[in-house]
């Protein structure tokens, strides 16, 4: 293609795979990306010829798990891909032409689930060079696809909706956990409504509660909630989630069960009341025990958390007896609450993540700390692994997670020589981690339970 015939294209185009059987799929161009990535699950290789293929499913519409298109070709390679959180991954690589804006040509396509991705595909740079040039103020350059057209090219038929009402309480419709939540619900024929936790403003009345939205909706028709409130707004969330219940809606997690997972002091009595091993952790008042505060935990190194931090944040490893004075007092001066807790130095930097769901372990991850890092947290760069747990293990999650009167729960439990060890209960687990590491349907899981909760039976026609 002469550089006068370059093809103009914006940020985000419109594309096919015609050998793929996927008519239309919205592609983000990024030249900052060597090699084009389309999303892919179930991946599995086989013989053909006793050539090396390569079968998967396809998810072309974004933000819709139930359009799924199944694809196979030749594998070309198996080469690592680095991805944009920087972690390394082997990934199986295909051939397959494109067509973009009526142009057609042959690319290399690596596969991997883009859930968590904005777009199910990605055009880098070596699948435009000598061919595109590139402007990333513009969209859709070579022209928009309407949903009508998406859907007749799929065969979408809209379905009548005859299922539940059921309200997401959160505070970013973009987070990958509340999106997965969304999409699950309305996969299974339910009416989902996100509910921003800030423009939700209550009506208490003993004959007639309410819940208003922002602009004056009355919200009086919901058959269950769903509570994923961020630690920053703990008493206003529960105190929506407990208003919901005294008109009679069911909510996933309770306002009090939440509450209690929160306050990590209050949460670790309550687990050492039950006789749960939890590491040993000292909180005092004042600065003045500061030193027998590090000796109560077996002395340095030890760690110090505030009461208030989440995902790792306000989090210290303090190494000498020195450092942990120095953190603890600094930290006292602000008046802000602490715990010291014993370091598992056996740990290395990983924990388990177990994913508790009517009281049952229904997935498990390891997590490992990034390098530099002495916790391991998704957040800041560390990495999951599927893993087998243990029986005891799967017992200890549970019953942490039925002390808390939790129905759903993300319950860490760390690895030592004197066995396994309850480290906190998220009341709020996120699910790309551990969705991206088992491939398992976590969120359809849990608007499941609400099904059996409320006694919800899809009909039989």
Sequence with gaps: ???????????????????????????????????????????????????????????????????SVRCESPIVDR?????????????????????????AWEIEVTLNNRDSMGYRMLLGREAMKGRMLVDPASSFCLGEKSF????????????????????????NPDLYSNRRLMEAGRERGHEMVFLNIKQCYMKLDAELPEVHYRGGRIINDLDAVIPRIRPSLTFYGCALTRHFESMNVFTLNSADAITYSRDKLYS??????????????????????????????????LIVKLLEGTQGRGVV?????????????????????????????????????????????????????????????????????IVKVSAEEKKLAIKAAKTMGLKVAGVDIIRSERGPLLLEINSSPGLEGIESATGKDIAGLMISSIEKKVGWKRDIK
């Design 317 to 385: 490893l303090a190494e000498t007896r020195k450092a942990a004075e120095s953190v603890i007092n600094a930290i006292k001066s602000l008046r802000a609450n602490l715990l010291v807790q014993e370091f598992i130095r056996e740990a290395q930097g990983k924990d388990l993540r177990c994913f508790v769901i009517d009281g049952k372990v229904h997935a498990s991850i390891e997590r490992t700390a990034a390098p530099g890092e002495f916790r391991a947290n998704l957040h800041r760069g560390g990495s999951a692994s």
């Design 268 to 301: 670790l009595q309550l687990l050492q009341g039950m006789g749960l091993d939890i590491p040993t952790t000292g909180f005092a008042n004042s600065p003045i025990d500061t030193n027998d505060l590090i000796e109560m935990v077996g002395g340095a190194p």
């Design 79 to 103: 080469r690592h891909v680095r991805s944009s959180s920087g972690s390394s991954e082997k990934r199986f690589v295909i051939l397959s032409t494109v067509v973009i804006g009526g142009h």
């Design 148 to 171: 009508q057209e998406i859907s007749e090219l799929y065969g979408i038929i809209e379905e009548p909706n005859d299922g539940l009402k059921i309200g997401l309480l959160a505070s």
């Design 1 to 67: 293609m002469a550089p006068d015939q370059k093809l103009i294209v914006g940020s985000q185009e419109w594309c096919s795979f015609p050998a793929l059987n996927i008519p239309a799929i919205k592609a983000r161009v990024d030249s900052g990306a060597k090699t084009s990535s389309l999303h892919a699950f179930n991946i599995q290789p086989f013989k053909r010829n006793s050539e090396p293929w390569v079968s998967f499913e396809v998810h072309p519409i974004q933000n819709d798990r139930k359009t």
